[in-house]
């Protein structure tokens, strides 16, 4: 599935219900937090209210592709510590 704006068109080559591809681009629209992944340039992590999208940018035509979604879990203290650097949990 292919969905697009005037300004935003999204690629969907996993077939996400057309609900997730809707709300992938009101996330995008509205300003959501998109954080980089450190170890693949032009790919991201889009923090949605429930869902986190992750998407790569083609570099030649600025598309957006999804290639995955997992819930958007609020950090608790736990998990804050577990990723501290040193930690042993």
Request: charged share 20%; proline share 8%.
């Amino acid at each position: 599935m292919t969905c697009c704006t005037s300004e935003i068109r999204i690629e969907d080559p996993r077939n996400h219900p057309t609900e997730t591809v809707l709300a992938l681009r009101d996330a995008l629209s509205q300003g959501a937090t998109i954080i980089a992944d450190p170890k693949r340039r032009g790919f991201y992590e889009v923090h949605g209210e429930s869902v986190v999208y992750y998407i790569r940018v083609s570099p030649v035509n600025g598309n957006v592709l999804l290639l995955a979604t997992w819930p958007n879990e609020p950090e608790t203290e736990l998990t804050r510590k577990a990723a501290a650097p040193g930690s042993f949990y």
